[in-house]
């Protein structure tokens, strides 16, 4: 009966999706973006650097990116376009699974858009740029004027302007037939997130990292409404497909969904006990609403019945776990390591290969992971010296060009203990197998 009601909610047509809870299970890292598509059908996009194309309990793997995929959207039923922090926008053909680079950055992408005609998308990025990438011709535009990374950009019921949001705070609105920047709608003093608009509706609403949740008139950025709470950041916005109703996730795990017509808080659920919520979508006909956060997993409630059901059950990953429970390097690799490697056989779609037998294994040579050529071709022999000059200058120093995310743990001490810990761990699998 699980599977039979899982079923029904990802495949029968979008007028007879059931009200039902269910997950999508099976990405090997959190869940950073979700999709649906005009016929109800789901995508995911996780930090396993892969989008899930779901048709039941089995995926569809969309695997291309080099490193977390952070955005994904349905341009119609049979094309996707993902992006993240391999600085690259790519368009896939979902009857085929092959892709296409449609655009390149100089920073990770954190948003997309596509154009109301479907001929252009648009990708805000870390760069402190706008890219716009036509879906035809392969004609690509750069639309610069923020002067910090870019978060979020939605198109002008016309397609004739875009609006953007960026972490200096402000909002900003661009003529396409020039390419140029038209006006700072707003500034709000911290870094903008999320954005969405209903411009027939007269409204723009977008959320901050210090918990602003603000709606105003896009004309001239006049309030309508303000639901603001004591939680930050605000990580995802997004709006059912009749606009009547905006669901907000924030950095303390909560979903809050609001009513459009009367601009009140119609739910606000404790979505997860632990983490954000990073990715939300509303079901194709508004009755579920579909979360991402640290789990592996998606998961969807029927918005009338979240309360009875309840929060997220937390994957038990060691990142999740108190760090008072475990010793120094045990706590190291959960904080450095553990979100993207496993100390098991299999790499289990994880953003970074199996740790289990590390030491003394030459870099690039786990069977069931994808290297960068930097790794692939690399004379490392992971030991004692080597895993600790890569945490104490850091893989973009130790290994440049490798898929390994900035990082560095600059005490001596801690290194020694990861070490320790990464040492004992790896013998006992070693042992137990």
Request: proline share 4%; charged share 20%; aromatic share 8%.
């Amino acid at each position: 009966m699980r599977l039979i009601a899982v079923l029904c909610a990802v495949l029968l047509p979008c007028g007879a999706l059931a009200q039902d809870f269910f997950t999508l299970k099976g990405h090997g890292g959190p869940v950073m973006g979700i999709a649906v598509s005009p016929s109800g059908q789901i995508a995911t996009a996780s930090f396993d650097n892969a989008v899930g194309l779901w048709s039941g309990e089995t995926p569809q793997w969309l695997d291309g990116h080099e490193a977390a995929v952070k955005s994904v959207l349905f341009v119609d039923d049979t094309r996707i376009v993902s992006a993240g922090d391999d600085f690259q926008v790519l368009l896939w053909d979902t009857e085929t699974g092959q892709s296409r680079v449609l655009g390149q950055h100089q920073g990770k992408i954190a948003g997309l858009a596509v154009s109301p005609d479907g001929a252009w998308i648009a990708s805000a990025s870390w760069d402190g740029t706008i890219g716009l990438w036509s879906m035809d011709d392969g004609a690509a535009r750069v639309l610069t004027g923020h002067s910090a990374g870019v978060n979020a950009v939605v198109f002008s019921d016309d397609g004739q302007r875009l609006y953007t949001a960026s972490a200096d705070g402000s909002i900003r609105e661009w003529d396409l037939s020039a390419d140029t920047e038209i006006r700072v709608l707003l500034s709000n003093g911290f870094g903008i997130n999320t954005l969405v608009l209903n411009e027939t509706g007269g409204w723009l609403a977008y959320g901050a990292v210090d918990g602003v949740t603000r709606i105003v008139d896009p004309r001239n950025a006049d309030s309508i409404a303000d639901f603001t709470l004591d939680r930050r950041p605000i990580l995802a916005m997004v709006p059912s497909p009749d606009l009547t109703r905006l669901a907000v996730g924030d950095g303390e795990g909560f979903i809050m969904i609001i009513d459009t017509a009367q601009w009140q808080i119609v739910r606000d659920f404790r979505a997860t006990l632990k983490g954000p919520i990073w990715a939300l979508a509303f079901s194709q006909n508004g009755q579920n609403i579909h979360a991402g956060g640290l789990d592996d997993t998606m998961y969807s409630w029927p918005i009338a019945q979240m309360d009875e059901i309840g929060p997220m059950q937390t994957a038990d990953r060691s990142f999740l776990q108190d760090p008072e429970t475990m010793e120094n390097g045990e706590r190291q690799f959960a904080r450095k390591c553990s979100i993207c490697h496993t100390l098991t056989p299999g790499s289990a779609r994880r953003a970074g290969p199996t740790l289990h037998g590390v030491f003394g294994r030459k870099a690039g040579t786990v069977s069931d992971y994808s290297y960068s050529p930097t790794l692939t071709n690399s004379d490392i022999i992971w030991d004692k010296t080597t895993i600790d000059a890569l945490f104490d200058e850091g893989p973009d120093h130790y290994i440049p060009g490798s898929k390994m995310p900035m990082q560095r743990i600059t005490q001596q001490q801690d290194r020694d203990d990861l070490i320790a810990f990464l040492k004992r761990a790896t013998e006992t699998e070693t042992q137990e197998q």
